[in-house]
């Protein structure tokens, strides 16, 4: 049996970056129940064409239409037979995920194994980094900024867009001195402002993480050849296929993998494994997800060659409450450990998984 739910959780302040702002994360939290077990997974698609045009409502109903008959009809299967089945059924990356990700921890509670062996992996401490959207003031940036880095994130990645860049980077080394900093633009900027970047390159950050449009791989190699600060692939890196394109043109030198966007962990770990083959950095993003799909998310990110820090972040980072336990916290060093436990380690808090589910239909 399935259980689908939308599950709705506030934000303590909207997140804005440079195409949108959102107050409420939505996810779809898919459940999948079989002999006394329980596998979690969650789509967490922004709502409106914030990262992706896919929604949590055009999510469900690719669920309910298409993912969930496709897995009821051919019976139950191994996660990575699983993340092949789904990717013929739908396109829809995130629903996949979504489900797949309810497979592998149906499939690592069933063997009371955790996650991170089911990937070939061994637990280690993840380091988190915070990302910052945008503000109307400096002095509200700072104030973040100053926020975070007492709160111990080993990283600081702001939001930038045209107008907000330069400045904006000038002030937190003025204030901060040498943090290890980096900017996201998410495609904001085109080839044309390439002198932006030029001078973004003196400022000494870690990366620049998606300067031009997701397809402009041609146009990034060309930038990547007049800067020394390497570009990071984020809304590039939509596909094995993308990422075998940007490594041929030298589009990037680090890539930041996406659960959410690739369709899964399995498609996850091929990437990783590609991108790893071609001697790049390697970490993991967040759409952001809710508490399900973070931790499934941190068990990928104990790899080898995850060699930066990753975008989750504590629960209480963006999110008023959320739906396991214990919530996701970093120590004061920045760093998130994996509770011991077969599947993510953490347990979902059904008590809160009621009170949050706006919506909820059950599938046979
Ligand atoms: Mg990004």
Redesign the pocket.
Known sequence: MIVLRLAAIPLHEPFRISNGSVAVKESVVVEIRRDGHSGFGEAAPMPGAFYSPETPESSWAELEQRLLPRLLSDGWMAPREVAVKLSEASTDAFARAGLEGACWDLYCRERGEPLWRALGSAPRPIASGVAIGLYDTIEELLERVSRYLAAGYRRVKIKIQPGWDVEAVAAIRKQFGDIPLMT?A?AAYTIADAPVFEELDRFGLMMF??PLAGGALEEMAELQRRVRTPICA??SAESIEALEKIIRLGSARIV?IKIQRVGGLAPALAMYERARAAGMGIWL?TMPELGIASAQGLHLATLPGFNYPT?VESSDRWFVDDLIRPALAIDRDGFLHIPDGPGAGYEVDREKLERYTTRKATYD
Do not use: A, I, S, V
């Open positions: 996201d998410n993480e998606q984020d809304e930041n993003g975008d």
